[in-house]
């Protein structure tokens, strides 16, 4: 069965400092991964998506994440927080590969962004 | 507008009622999902339409929980006999299907009081 691991629920940065959000992933197949971000009281916006194609994904507002097989990992970066990036954070796979099928979301990781 | 809808936006009823939510998806959408999150969790899915295809329903909690869609629009998520373990926030999301990626809606924010 397909999985994700978010391995902080909580991460706090101050403006202007780099951003890691952690995620591990488990499938049995070459899986589509995503980042989805939740402001409160908002819905769910796709950061970006990784669909076998270039290991490096680049996505909305500077984030980007690198898939490494090796390390079966999926962590979301950006080199500079905003105030507006905080946020939840959602690592997810997709239930079979081809089509997306239903998603399977990490428990989140709340960013919080110091001034 | 030009992304998934939901209403009602908040709803708010006692234990033992039935209530329906709705959703709306982006025009043209051929797969269709229901997701529950409750308070401070991630998402959860409940059931996905796709096309003309049989629904996959995997993910309904009980057979209180039931959905519908016409066609390739509107769909409804029906819970009856409401308990406070069903208050969460449903959020319905809508793809091209393939490896297209889901858009969600707002989600409608349940209360069973």
């Known amino acids: 069965a397909q999985s994700v691991t978010q391995l902080d629920s909580h991460v706090s940065v101050s403006e202007g400092t780099p951003v890691l959000l952690r995620c591990n992933y488990s499938s049995s197949y070459s899986p589509s991964l995503f980042w989805y971000v939740q402001h409160p009281n908002k819905g769910l916006q796709l950061l970006l998506k990784?669909?076998?194609?270039?290991?490096l994904v680049k996505g909305i507002n500077g984030f980007e994440a690198e898939f490494k097989k090796s390390e079966t990992s999926f962590h979301l970066t950006k080199p500079s927080a905003h105030m507006s990036d905080a946020a939840e954070y959602f690592c997810?796979?997709?239930?079979?590969?081809?089509?997306?099928?239903?998603?399977?979301f990490g428990q989140g990781t709340t960013l919080q962004v110091k001034p | 507008g030009a992304g998934v809808s939901q209403s009602p936006s908040n709803k708010v009823t006692e234990k033992g009622k039935d209530v329906e939510l709705r959703c709306d998806p982006i025009s043209g959408h051929t797969a269709l999902y229901w997701y529950r999150q409750r308070l401070g969790q991630g998402l959860e899915f409940l059931i996905y339409?796709?096309?003309?295809?049989?629904?996959?329903k995997s993910g309904l909690p009980s057979d209180r929980f039931s959905a519908e869609r016409t066609g390739e629009s509107v769909s409804t998520l029906t819970i009856q006999r409401t308990q406070q373990e069903d208050s969460a926030v449903y959020l319905c999301a809508s793809s091209l299907g393939g490896k297209q990626p889901q858009h969600f809606g707002d989600g409608t924010r349940l209360s069973i009081l």
């Open positions: 339409f796709q096309g003309n295809s049989a629904p996959d």
């Open positions: 990784y669909t076998s194609a270039a290991t």
């Open positions: 997810v796979v997709s239930d079979r590969p081809g089509n997306t099928g239903k998603l399977i």
